[in-house]
């Protein structure tokens, strides 16, 4: 075989391929032609095959040839194979009426929890105010949760807090672990990094061994408040959380602050707010006296910051935490907090 021959066959082959392919006008048509020139015992691979019996010159000519001619075959095929898919297409579409002013199929569209909404607005109020956000461990020390709050161990007021105690202890067996009874421990750890002036808020979750019901969850969400600052008095916590209230639950709501008792604060209050439902007159929500309490506070207790190494007579603070879900509750009017945490979504498809 001379290679002028060998590479006239090429050619040849080459044509016929090209004139073939033209005519090609389905998959099956097309599969068929492939395999007759591409495959493995199509026309150019046979010729590719016969390459081993040519002298050397005329192999480098005609496998040279060949195998450029395979190269531009597949990609005719190819983009052959793609015209016949978009021909298939539009015959289709044009059998077919399609409204294309016709709706889509809606998509499932996600939403913030309740209770992260809440969060949310709740931070957002006093960011506004000046405040940062900090989070911490849900996980901690005895005496973080405890002892620098001004609870030691033989005090009373530990009986207020259901604790869940963590089975580890340190070698020496003196910082006991539990899940945190509230978020008020970052108020120790926030001092002890930061030097004043101090203004913070710290949601977060909290953990309680106690039994569940419409009003009590063994988890729950809370936001610790902080502000430590020469000068600071009382006067600053009522203004700050009177303009809290007035932010979430309307600018007419009033404020009532009346004595109560938090071991890391003092004086301690417990905070109210005029109900918002029947604007003080009295209603199931407010229990029919006109005031709904929403949050604690209060003066930090000397002893805490002497604790964390400030100058109990050059500063002063206050604190304050809330319970989020009740927040939420009393905004939406829902009277379980089990609702919550049950992921019914028809209940939660309404926030």
């Not at 020139?37 to 010729?47: A, D, I, K, P, S």
């Not at 194979?81 to 499932?108: F, H």
Request: proline share 5%; net charge negative.
């Amino acid at each position: 075989m001379s290679s002028s021959a060998s590479v006239q066959q090429v050619k040849e082959i080459e044509t016929q391929a090209m004139e073939e392919l033209d005519a090609t006008v389905g998959v099956e048509d097309l599969d068929r032609w492939r395999i007759a020139y591409l495959g493995r015992n199509g026309h150019l691979t046979q010729v590719l095959r016969g390459l081993g019996s040519l002298d050397p010159e005329d192999r480098r000519v005609v496998g040279a040839e060949a195998n450029r001619a395979k190269v531009d075959l597949e990609a005719r095929m190819e983009a052959h194979q793609r015209d016949l898919r978009n021909s298939a297409i539009s015959e289709q579409l044009s059998q077919k009426s399609i409204d294309v002013t016709m709706p889509g199929w809606p998509a499932p569209q996600g939403r913030l929890h309740p209770i992260t909404q809440t969060i949310r607005d709740i931070t957002g109020v006093f960011r506004s105010m000046g405040f940062g956000v900090e989070e911490g461990p849900e996980v901690e020390w005895e005496r973080y949760n405890f002892d620098m709050l001004n609870i030691p161990k033989d005090h009373p007021s530990r009986d207020m807090w259901d604790t869940l105690w963590v089975d580890y202890m340190d070698q020496d067996g003196t910082r006991p672990m539990l899940l945190r009874t509230h978020t008020s421990p970052m108020q120790a750890r926030i001092m002890e990094a930061t030097d004043p002036p101090v203004r913070v808020i710290v949601p977060g979750k909290a953990f309680r061994y106690e039994a569940t019901d419409a009003t009590h969850e063994w988890h729950f969400q809370q936001v610790e408040g902080l502000a430590v600052d020469e000068g600071i008095t009382f006067s600053d916590l009522k203004g700050t959380l009177f303009e809290f209230a007035r932010q979430v639950f309307g600018e007419e709501r009033r404020v009532r602050f009346r004595c109560d008792f938090f071991p890391f604060v003092e004086p301690g209050v417990d905070m109210s707010i005029d109900c918002f439902k029947c604007d003080g007159e009295g209603c199931r929500i407010c229990g029919k006296s006109g005031w709904i309490e929403i949050l604690g506070a209060g003066m930090v207790h000397p002893a805490v910051l002497e604790g964390v190494g400030y100058d109990s007579k050059k500063y002063s603070g206050f604190a304050f935490g809330m319970g989020v879900e009740r927040i939420c509750m009393l905004l939406h009017g829902i009277d379980d907090i089990r609702l919550f945490y049950n992921n019914d979504l028809r209940f939660l498809r309404q926030f």
